[in-house]
């Protein structure tokens, strides 16, 4: 089984959150037997998304929003990407910028036209550092701390429960 986990991301931060679903994805397969090959790549390098049995897609949030390439690789292969499992995640609330009566990230639209089995929201990270200047002012004015609430054990799960649930499906098929 081969599953494309593609990523939108600034700073690397939600890299790597692709990178842990993608092994727990791979480890809970091949726990369940089945053979599969996992592919984490950049949203914008991704040419097609022919060939794969399933796809996560996720993407730092900025502003609300998906960053580009996330948009782009759901707009340009919503076809395509309605024909297999899709599993959707974002990654961007720091401290307490989440308020409880806002979505920190517009997708149930994207989670619609894509028939995708379901979204995650994890935390983000910010590291002033890595950080231009626009964008620092940004977190400055909403006064965001620099801290990493990417929630690892959380993380894995979620793969793992993706990779068990494409396990199940594997061996469903006569
Ligand atoms: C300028 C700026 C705007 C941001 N806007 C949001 C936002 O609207 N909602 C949110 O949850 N996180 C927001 N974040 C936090 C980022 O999503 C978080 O830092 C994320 O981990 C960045 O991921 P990346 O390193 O993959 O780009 C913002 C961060 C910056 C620097």
């Known amino acids: 089984m081969k599953v494309l986990v593609a990523v939108a991301t600034r700073h690397g931060a939600t890299r790597e959150i692709a990178e ?8 809970a397969l091949t726990d369940a037997g089945v053979w599969s090959l996992v ?18 897609l996720g993407s730092a ?19 395509e990407l ?16 989440k308020r409880p009566a806002e979505e920190p990230v517009a997708v149930e639209d994207l989670v619609r036209r894509l028939d995708a089995r379901g ?6 990270k910010i590291d002033r550092h890595l950080l231009k200047f626009p ?7 909403l006064r965001v701390p620099d801290a990493d609430n ?17 396990a199940h499906a594997e061996r469903s098929v006569p």
């Not at 842990?20 to 480890?27: N, R």
């Not at 592919?39 to 049995?53: P, Q, T």
């Not at 964008?135 to 004015?141: G, K, L, S």
């Not at 990417?150 to 494409?166: H, N, V």
Request: proline share 4%.
């Open 39 to 56: 592919d984490v790549r950049d949203a914008g390098l991704v040419r097609s998304v022919e060939g794969f049995d399933a796809v996560v």
């Open 61 to 79: 949030v900025y502003l609300g929003h998906w960053i580009e390439p996330a948009r782009k690789l759901a707009e340009s292969f919503s076809d």
């Open 135 to 141: 964008e620092r002012a940004v977190v400055t004015a």
């Open 119 to 124: 979204h995650r929201l994890f935390g983000g």
């Open 150 to 166: 990417r929630d690892w054990p959380s993380i894995r799960a979620w793969g793992r429960e993706i990779g068990t649930s494409l």
């Open 20 to 27: 842990a679903v993608g092994t727990a994805i791979g480890s």
């Open 82 to 97: 309605r024909r297999v499992p899709v599993w959707l995640f974002s990654s961007g609330p720091v401290g307490e910028q």
